[in-house]
């Protein structure tokens, strides 16, 4: 699945990005349910690699990854692309991914990330540091 997305930020800045990539990001809640009442295959997750302007991660099913480029308050990403196995709880994936292309903003508070649409919470994560060592590249 290939879909082009793009993630306006409301505040930006250098030390958000270095914040963003030094964590794992876990799906908590989308919308107003929580993850953990989703029956997917692995967690709704991502990270944020910087020096190769990528994210990572997973869809709940799918491995997710997607080129990005960031200017000033404005993050985009270029046709992210999916694995295609099919699973149990595919309109999970596409609820998410669907939740990515109306998101406008973020507020982003120590280990907790929140996806904003028109100023309404569409999704929150909890960081988790990646660990001393790991390639961050």
Known sequence: MVVGLALLLSACNG?????????????E???DEQ?????TRRPISFRIFP???????SAG???LGAKYTLDKKVLTFQSPVTTKM???AMDVEERFIQMLLQVDGYILEESHLTLLSQ????AQFTGTPVPAGEKTK
Not at 18 to 26: C, G, H, I, P, T
Not at 35 to 39: G, I, K, P, Q
Not at 51 to 57: K, S, V
């Open 29 to 31: 809640k989308l919308g």
């Open 15 to 27: 030390n958000d990005i270095k914040v963003l990539a030094s964590q794992y990001w876990a799906l």
């Open 119 to 122: 100023g309404k919470k569409v």
């Open 51 to 57: 020096d190769r302007q990528m994210i990572m991660g």
């Open 35 to 39: 993850a953990s009442s989703f029956e």
């Open 86 to 88: 099919s699973c149990p």
């Open 61 to 63: 099913c799918n491995q």
